[in-house]
């Protein structure tokens, strides 16, 4: 909002205010008509102001996406490989929550803003699959080690311990088939390349 100068307003005021308040005496009237639109008036700006201070806090968590978006595409995703399953599905969650914050204010929106926002869901859907078939990739590969070296400690499952123990339990049981649902359950592989690599 811009700033009137003092001096402006006061000027104004000596100039323009003693005309002001005669007129406003001789027409009683009409100022008694008048002083409700004025005050009507006042709650416009007022309601104006909070309005557009509303939709600037939007304008910053747009901003902030869009920030978000271009990181995840230029840094994030060239480092997927190195983070273990906490770090992913950090990201996932972080990741399904834009998606829910945009289609939310899709539905607020005007219909002319929704294809932006589904342009912009489609982007962070898009973000989502990467990350959800690299924790698939790395879940898969992290089992195929822990099959072939019992001893083998996973750092990639830090946190999941249990996730590794049932899986150790179910390798102990020697059932192949157990084994091979429990690992296509787990990564989305196809049950042929399951037997394959865990045979």
Known sequence: MAKI???????????????AIKLALANKELMNEVLPAIGKGAEKIKEYQANRKDKKEENNSDQFRKINIKDYKKNDLSKLNNLNRIQLIKHKHEIETFISQISHKEKQELAIKKPIYSKNI?????????????????????????????????????????????????IEEDSNETLYHFIQAQTNRDLATIEQDFS
């Not at 003092?6 to 003693?18: E, F, I, Q, R, S």
């Not at 078939?133 to 099959?147: G, K, P, T």
């Not at 072939?148 to 830090?158: A, L, Q, V």
């Open 122 to 170: 489609k982007e962070w859907n898009s973000l989502l699959v990467q990350i959800e078939n690299q924790i698939a990739v790395m879940d898969y590969h992290e089992y195929l080690n822990i099959y072939n070296n019992h001893e083998y400690e996973s750092t990639y499952f830090k946190g999941f311990e249990r996730k590794v123990l049932s899986f150790k339990k179910i």
């Open 5 to 19: 100068p003092v001096k402006l307003v006061y000027d104004v005021a000596k100039t323009h205010g003693p005309k």
